[in-house]
Each structure stands twice: as C-alpha cells, then as structure tokens.
C-alpha cells in the first residue's frame, strides 16, 4: 500500500510540476485544382518521438480548422491528408500558445490512380464514410472488438454487450463479411480481439441483394463487419479460462480460431452456473453475464444488478458449444456455415401475493409455484454466395434449428373476496416434453442492367415447422360459496403442431433519372398454413391408462394466412439527400377450420392501404437528419377471432371474437444525430410515435361470487404513445494523459392506452420522464472513475374512480472504478444504490449492489488470474413489489447469491509475424 501511494504521489506531482504547455493551432485549406475549400479534411498531430496521434479534428465547411489540446514536447508534426491529395507535413514548434499557419495548399497526388493508399490519419472522410485508425483509440492492453467499439464517437455499449450506433441498434456482425455464429453480435464483440483487427464497417443493415444492388437498407439498424489484418489471415489463435468458486459456483471457456487466408475455422464452449447466457473468459467486466445495473418499471417496479438470468427469477446452469467455418470455393463462391448447441437447466421458486383492484370490489390472491426445466438446442446455418458475372449474384442460406425441453411445474393458489373469505383455490402439477424442429431456406437472386441503376431481384423463403409435445396434468380446482363446485384433472394431452409457409418477393428498380431517381414495382405473396391438434385424455381407473378422448379440451385446427401485395414507389438518392415514399395494396385472407366443431369455422378477407415513406438529409459528414412515417394494417389474431370457447383453466374461460376488425396503425420517427470534431461533442435525438385505430385488447368479465374470469376481445380507438430522446457528450482534455466527459441524456413519453376493467372501459394517461447525468473521469494507464445519476419519474391517471392516480419517482446513483496501478493490476468495481420512495411500508425501498475484481496479467500479459466477487454486500433477496392500475403484488423468487470465484484466463497467437500487431484502422459509415 506505501509502494501504491508513492506511485500515486509521484504521478501527481509530476503532473504539476512538469511544463505542460497549452496550444492552439489554426489554419485554412484549399484544393490546388478548384482553388476551393477543402471540407471535412483530416488535421492531425503526432509526437516526434514515438509518433503517438496526440488530438485530430476535421475542416469545416469553408476548410478551415482548430485544433488544440496540451503537450510537454517542444516540438509536435502535423499532418493534413484527404483522399486524392497529397499529405501535407509541417513540423511545429511549440513556443507560443496561439499558432496561426495561414492558408495551406493541397496539391493533387497524380501517383493516386487506381492504387488504394492506406491512410495513417486517426480519421479520414469518403463521402459518407469516416475511416479511424486503430492506434488512435487506446485501450487497456487485452481488450477485445467490445473494448474498441467503446472508443468510437457515437458507438455505445451497454452491460450487455447491445451496440448502438448514433442510436440506432446494431443487429448484425460479421467477419470478412461473412456470419459469426449466427446472429448474437456479443459471441464475436466480446471473444475477438482487438489486435487481430484491421478496420471496422458500420453500415445501415441491408440483404445480399441490397448490398450487390447498391439499393438503401435498412436505416433503422446497423450492420457491424470486421476486418481481419492480412497478416493476420493465417495462423493460429485463441484462449482458455477456468474459474471456481464459493457455493460451488464455476464456469468455463474456450475458443481457437484457424485462419488460412480465405479459410476460417472457430470453435468454442463454455459453461457456468452463474446465470450468464454467453462465454466469459474470466474478462473483468464481463464474468457476471447480463451484469450490473437497474432497471425500473413505470407501474413502480425495479430489479436490481442482474440478479439472475431470463427474466430477474431462477437459477440456470448452461452450456454451449459451436463451430464456424467460412472459405471460397473457386474463385465465384463464398460459403459460411455455422452449427451451435446450447444446453441449460433452470431452477426457480416463487411466491406472490396480490391485491387485484375491480371497479366496484377487490380481490385478493396468494400463490406459490416451483419449477425446473431442461432445454437442449441444436442450430445450423449455412450460406452460398454466387457471383456469376458482376451483374449477377445468388445467395442460398438454408437453416435447422432442432430442440428439446422438459419442465416440471407445481403451483398452488388461492383467492380471497374482498372480506378476505377464501372464494377458490387450485393445485396444479405437470410435467411437459417437448420436441421442435425447424427448417428454412431462402434464394435471393439480383440481376443488375445498365450503369444507370436498373435491377430486378427475386427473393423466395420457405418454411417448415414441426413441434409434437407430451404433457401430464394433474389439478384440484375447488370453488366455494352457495354453488360449491369441485374441478378434478388427471390428463394427458397429445400435442401435434406442423406449420407451412412460402415467401416470394419480386422487386425492378426502374431509372428516371439515371443513378438517381427510381420508380420501384413490387409485388409480394405470403402464404402460411398451420395444423394444431391437441388430444387430450381422461384417466381411466378401469383400464389404468390415459384413454378418455376428452372432446371439450381437444383442439384441431387449420388455419391460413395468404396475402397479396403489389406496391409502386418512388425513391431518390443523391449525394446528401436521400427519399422514398411506397404505396402497397394488401389483400389478406384469414381462414380456420375447427375439425372438432364446424360451426367455430372463421374466415375474413381485409384488404387495406399500406404506406412506408421516409427523408434522410446528410448536413455534413458530421451531422444528419432523418424522419420515417408508415402506415400499418395488422390483422387480430386467429385465436382472437374463434368464437370456440377456451376452458383449459377452469378459473378462466377465454372466448374469441370473430367480429374483429384489423389494428390501422400511424407510426412515425425520426432523429438528429451530430458529432463535432472540433468542439469533441455529441448530440443525438430521436422521436418516435404512432396512433392506433381500432386496437384488439381484452375484455375481463369476473363473477362476483366465485371470482371465476371471462375473457374476450375488443376493438377499441384512441390508443397513442409518443416519446423523445436526447443524448449529448462532452469531452475535455486536461492534459495529454487526463480527460474528461461529461454524458447527459434524457428520455420524455407520454401515452393513452383504453382498456377494460371487469367490463367497465377506461382510459390511462402516462408521463414518464428520465433524465441521467454521468461524468467520465480517464487518467491514462492510472484510474478510470465514472459517477452517474438517472432519476425515473412516472405520473400515471386514470379516469375511472376506481384507480388512484399514481406517481413513481426511482433514484438511481452508480459509480464505475478501475486502477490499473500497479504495473499488471487491475482492480474494477461496480457500485449501485437504488431507492424507491413509493414502496409500502415494510418492504425494502433502498438496496446497494456492488460487484467487485482484481486481475492480474503474468507470462507477458498472455495469462491473467481474476478474482471476481458478485453482490459483494449480499443483499440480492430479489423481494419486490409491483404496482399497475388494477393490481399491486408482492413477489420473492430464487435468486443467484453472494459468491467469490477465482479463475485462469490464458490466451495463445500465432497470427502475422508472432502475433505482433501494427496500426490497423476502423472505417465508420453513417
């Protein structure tokens, strides 16, 4: 500890009594050939001594450019590049605090031709492309992709690993452009490394099709491809990592990549008792899963630092293994494949009491419940990549998913009138198998014409589901009061589901206006049929088997959804703006037949306008605006519309309504997203809205006397739900090894929802708003120290006497720390104090959660021992109350506990030239 605060001393004084010199450094740019400004040209500065980018900026609009920041060298080189011209170089004194150099030249780089330079700035600008370089963003020396990602302007990653990209959310990553075990991003961003990277592409998220034909995506997601160094595609590597601990609590990981050039092989597994639903390599911040942090519910709930996996409740215990594999066959044919399986066994126990508000009475019910289950899957993707010519491509990407689960179920509830009389109570056991097979195919063809932007493109998706299921029920229903009645059950049911459905799609891209304006022509036809029989079976004490066809709790049913939609568009793309505006006709047929009783047989035809338009304007390679309008017509659900009476719980009986008229949907959002490269700021907005005409909700009946439930459906109008977002991020550099940011967002809804309680329709008005401020403190190599305040407010009213108005106010304050003194240690904490002020009394309305490692690198930082504790105060009772307009419950379920484990994370690389690394680069696209 004396040796630590020395270090600290030492460091501190240094930094005041060094000679750090604050700089600015101005100018102005222009291109050699048009004698025009130069905008959004790369302006950075290197150290002499080791060539370490110390800040960087881009040119605005007229080319001129500020950069400044502090230094202890007296000398510093500038550099300027921009795609086309030849880097400029000046070496610069620094010997006074403003330095002015004038206006500077950019002469063309004649050599350019067709070679492709790679640029050494830390940002260079291509249009809509922003390209950073690797060595810009430093990262603490094991970091992974999800390590570097964080770096970026604009890129943010949350506890669980989800990315967003200026907001909008990344849903696909790949290597080399081809699939890393199939669609979870966190498998690649959290167990590749950073060092193995080349570049990485954000691109709005797009099919094959739309890729080849340079046809817009989709602008509301994004796409993530990383680039493997060229030195970097032969050779070998990978890590291992073991871990035990208290409570018998381990977990375990491995993974190894083989590249050969084009050739990729990866393999992995893993396995934990800790509720992680991924791989952990004993990282520091990443052992815990789902990890740290709160969540609050606008009815008053909250949960506390991810206190267990699926849902806040239960135990699981998991294993996974997987194996990837990309190459090119010929010289025309890319193929990926990908098989993973995933095995757990989840074990919970609950209980619950809950007080349900009726508007004229009230209700009370208690219940407890346990379950285990068991889940094993297998799932297998494949994918060909056909380019015949450079007009042509054909992608065919077959898919299995195979599946299989067991749960055990109990539980037992009682109800209480509002006098508290005991009304009902249940005993429920069962026991369920289940298979489940899925198969998919989907053919994607594009032919390009011409070099004016003319294609047609041909999508065809098959299907076919198969799910069969045995399950065991054994209940004692009892209802009391002045009609008692017993509801004894000792069933098996027979389940048989086999589901059929074909997707083609047929699209030309007709030019107006050559590489610009487009006239699109689409038609589209669907068409899924289902087959779901249930047989259920009495049990016979004469034959001591399950052989009582039981007629009212049977099911077999057909159905098919067909639809039709031909549609005709207009879209325009050029240079900063982008449009389009798309009318479809959708003729939609829904039909059922009930084999058991004919005359529940549904069948309806909705035919509806459908709208998908959107504007997109790029201000600068720094700011961009964008807003989206749709109208949606979505058909009720079958089940909805069988009139068939549903009496599988004897405490409920649900009856569809076949006079239900399809949901008519006005949607809208939109955003701003910005980042000054000169200032260091971020600003992000979003909106988004919709208004829904005729929505399906359900209609409650309950009987006074014994409790029991009617459930149908209705359509109801006035529903509405509009929200704003803002993000916006400051960074100030203090010095050249200390910086500061500073994080605000806040986030403002409001919404109407109609409903009904016991027959009675009522309408709620929400407004929640949710404002968080977070400092970033970052002392290189030292500390990191980062505070944060999120405060959830929520007014809820109501215009039925019977509900209370009610406002949730939650508090929650985090502090996030890591040292990294001294050399080879790191220590992290994750410290949160949550307090609800709205709880009952003598419920827990504050709880603090502090999850705590300490890691140490050895043999050259290729190994690295962690000792890990989760919920280091042990206050994880996962006791909680929930509070909505028509009811308040109390619940406790099982939760993952205090524990300390130690693990072994060791990591081996034969990549390049022994695994070394060089200056790779990040290419961003907006």
Not at 139 to 162: R, S
Not at 188 to 196: E, G, P
Not at 776 to 800: C, G, M, Q, R
Request: aromatic residues 12%; contains cysteine; glycine residues 6%.
């Amino acid at each position: 500890m004396k040796n630590l605060f020395l270090v600290f001393a030492f460091l501190f004084t240094s930094s005041i009594c060094s000679q750090e010199k604050s700089f600015e450094i101005t100018g102005a740019l222009k291109a050699e050939d048009t004698n025009l400004p130069l905008e959004s040209a790369t302006v950075y500065i290197e150290r002499v001594k080791d060539s370490s980018v110390v800040t960087y900026t881009i040119s605005d609009k007229d080319g001129a450019f500020k950069i400044e920041n502090t230094t202890y060298d007296k000398d510093l080189n500038l550099y300027v590049s921009f795609v086309g011209y030849r880097t400029y170089f000046k070496k610069v004194a620094i010997n006074k605090e403003k330095i002015n150099l004038g206006t500077i030249t950019m002469p063309l780089d004649n050599a350019l031709g067709e070679v492709l330079i790679k640029s050494t700035a830390p940002i260079t600008i291509k249009k809509d492309t922003l390209e950073f370089n690797v060595k810009s963003f430093k990262t603490k020396k094991d970091a992974n992709v999800e390590d570097l990602l964080k770096q970026l302007p604009g890129v943010e990653v949350d506890a669980e690993g989800k990315i967003t990209v200026n907001g909008k959310s990344v849903n696909k990553i790949l290597v080399n452009g081809k699939p890393f075990f199939g669609d979870d991003p966190t498998i690649t961003t959290k167990n590749l490394t950073k060092d193995i990277i080349e570049k990485i592409q954000i691109v709005d998220t797009k099919t094959k099709s739309e890729a080849f034909t340079g046809e817009e995506g989709d602008k509301e997601n994004k796409t993530i491809n990383l680039t493997i160094k060229e030195e970097n595609n032969k050779g070998v590597f990978g890590r291992v990592s073991a871990g035990g601990g208290t409570d018998e609590r381990y977990e375990f990981a491995g993974m190894v990549n083989v590249f050969d050039n084009d050739r990729r092989v990866s393999a992995l597994v893993g396995g934990n008792n800790t509720n992680s639903p991924g791989f952990s390599f004993g990282e520091i911040s990443k052992m815990f899963g789902t990890g740290g942090g709160v969540s609050f519910n606008s009815n008053g709930s909250f949960s506390i630092g991810g206190r267990s996996f699926g849902g806040g409740e239960g135990i699981t215990t998991s294993q996974n293994a997987g194996i990837n594999y990309a190459d090119v066959i010929g010289e025309k044919t890319g193929v990926s494949a990908d098989y993973f399986y995933a095995s757990s066994v989840s074990e919970n126990e609950s209980a619950a009491q809950r007080e349900t508000i009726l508007s004229d009475s009230r209700f009370f019910t208690n219940s407890n419940s346990k379950s285990d289950s068991d889940i094993d899957n297998h799932s297998a993707n494949i994918e060909f990549e056909i380019e015949t010519d450079s007009t042509f491509q054909l992608t065919i990407s077959p898919s299995i998913n195979l599946s299989k689960s067991r749960t055990q179920f109990s539980s037992f509830e009682e109800t209480l009138d509002e006098d508290l009389v005991l009304t009902n109570q249940s005993n429920v056991n069962s026991n369920v198998e289940r298979t489940a097979n899925t198969f998919s195919n989907q053919i994607e063809a594009a032919k390009r014409f011409g070099n004016k932007g003319a294609f047609l493109t041909l999508k065809l998706e098959t299907s076919v589901d198969q799910e069969d299921s045995d399950d065991f029920l054994n209940s004692d229903t009892n209802v009391y009061g002045e009609t008692p009645e017993s509801i004894l059950r000792n069933q098996y049911t027979d389940g048989e589901n086999r589901g059929y459905g074909v997707a083609a799609e047929l699209a030309y891209r007709l030019p107006l206006l050559a590489k610009k304006l487009f006239l699109n022509f689409e038609y589209e036809y669907d068409i899924n049929k289902d087959a779901n029989t249930e047989s259920t079976y009495d049990y016979n004490g004469s034959t001591l088997g399950f052989t009582d066809f039981n007629t009212e709790l049977s099911t077999d049913f057909k159905y098919a959804d067909e639809q039709s939609v031909p549609s005709i568009g207009l879209s325009y793309s050029h240079d900063k703006l982008w449009t389009r505006f798309n009318v479809s006709y959708n003729s939609r047929t829904l039909t059922n037949e009930d084999v058991l009783r004919p005359l529940f047989n549904v069948e309806r035809q909705f035919e509806n306008i459908e709208i998908n338009s959107g504007i997109s304007y790029r201000f600068s390679p720094k700011s961009s605006f964008y807003v989206d309008y749709r109208l949606e017509n979505t058909p009720p659900a079958l089940r909805q519309l069988q009139a068939y009476t549903d009496v599988s719980n004897p405490l409920e009986t649900i009856i569809g309504n076949p006079n239900l008229e399809p949901s008519n949907r006005h949607s809208f959002y939109g955003g701003y997203n910005g980042f000054d490269w000169q200032k260091r700021t971020g600003f992000y907005m979003n909106f988004y809205g919709y208004a829904t005409k005729n929505d399906v909700v359900s209609k409650t009946l309950v009987d006074a006397e014994t409790l029991k439930r009617t459930t149908t459906y209705e359509n109801v109008d006035g529903n509405y739900n509009y929200n704003v977002s803002g993000n916006y991020s400051k960074a100030f550099k203090l010095d050249t090894l200390r910086t500061l940011k500073l994080r605000l967002r806040g986030n403002y809804g409001v919404s109407k929802t109609i409903n009904f309680n016991n027959g009675v329709k009522y309408a709620s008005h929400v407004n929640t708003f949710s404002p968080r401020v977070g400092v970033d403190f970052i002392w290189d190599k030292v500390l990191e120290f980062k505070p944060y305040y999120t405060l959830s407010f929520t007014n809820n009213a109501y215009d039925i006497e019977a509900f209370e108005d009610r406002t949730f106010t939650n508090h929650d304050l985090g502090l996030k720390t890591t040292t990294f003194l001294p050399e080879n240690l790191e220590w992290r904490n994750d410290i949160s104090f949550n307090y609800n002020p709205d709880v009952a009394e003598g419920f827990q309305r504050s709880a603090w959660f502090w999850n705590s490692t300490l890691a140490y690198s050895i043999f050259n930082d290729k190994a690295v021992i962690t000792l890990k504790v989760y919920d280091l105060l042990d206050q994880n009772t996962n006791a909680r109350r929930v509070a909505t307009q028509d009811y308040i419950e109390d619940r406790q379920s099982t939760v993952l506990r205090r524990y300390f484990m130690l693990s072994l994370s060791y990591k081996f690389n034969s990549l390049g030239s022994k695994g070394k690394t060089d200056n790779g680069g990040v290419i961003f696209l907006d």
